[in-house]
């Protein structure tokens, strides 16, 4: 936010106002977050990355952040600006 407030100073404007809005989602899994990611397309984005991931990785993956980040009602909170 720093920088876009920097290239608005720079490109002119007197006094730039950058605003920026938090919004906490809650997903019933790691997979559900993962998914929203995806369908936003903020996931790996390179040409040349490894597709690949297999089922049981993928599982064990969403055990351990659920573990890690999961909140008592056994959801995931993911927060966004």
């Known amino acids: 936010v720093r920088d876009a407030g920097n290239l608005l100073t720079r490109a002119g ?5 950058v605003d920026v809005d938090e919004f906490t989602i ?3 899994s790691a997979l559900d977050l993962i998914e929203h990611l995806r369908s ?10 490894n597709q690949a991931l297999k089922r049981e990785t993928a ?3 969403a055990a351990i952040y659920q573990s890690m980040f999961g909140a008592e009602d056994g ?3 993911a927060t966004f600006q």
Do not use: F, K, S, V
């Open 59 to 61: 599982l064990a993956t």
């Open 13 to 17: 404007l007197a006094l730039p106002a």
């Open 26 to 28: 809650r997903y019933g």
């Open 40 to 49: 936003m397309g903020e996931t790996n984005a390179l040409l040349q990355r």
């Open 75 to 77: 959801t995931i909170p």
